[in-house]
């Protein structure tokens, strides 16, 4: 029987990934125990805030070694959201360098463009341009618009990974499918009906 397990380490506002889920399937919870995260068939990842503190919590709440066992040696469905698809990288630049989970060889990067009328940080809709075999986009229409907040961004190494794109003043990795691990640098919890169905794709794997 499907059990979702949204990981709670004390960063950002939970209560909307939560709500957004559970208006899909009511199994879910929201937890740091070991034994939630080991009964569960998905896990996903959320996160707002800096980088070194996401790992910092992670650690704190002796997160780094099940989620490990569970997503990479047990292949448990996975989703990380913004922050929680960072978090996936081998470093980010965010505050100096900062090691990170390393699932997903690549670096996390301050955005930057020549363009003076782009914002940093990129907040608000934006249309990502998918790949149509995507699980996670299943239904959805090309170009639809995502609701972003972020001032970094992940570049993995292997670009064959990337399902999802955005510009930006410069290309956004928006995206990311490896094996077991789904990754979103937009909030599908705050994009409205797109991001629902987004979210009722990766849960129905």
Known sequence: MKKICIIDYGLGNVASIFNAV?????NVKLSREPKDIDRASHIILPGVGSYKTGMENLAKYNLLEILSSQVIAKKKLFLGICLGMQLLSSSSTEGGEQRGLNWISGDVVKITSNDETIKIPHMGWNPVKHSNDSILYKNIKNSSSFYFVHSYHFVPQDKS????TCFHGVPINSSLQKDNIFAT??????????GTELLNNFLNQ
């Open 22 to 26: 559970k208006y899909l399937d009511d």
């Open 161 to 164: 990974i990337i399902t999802g």
């Open 185 to 194: 640098q937009f909030h599908p919890e705050k994009s409205h009906d797109v």
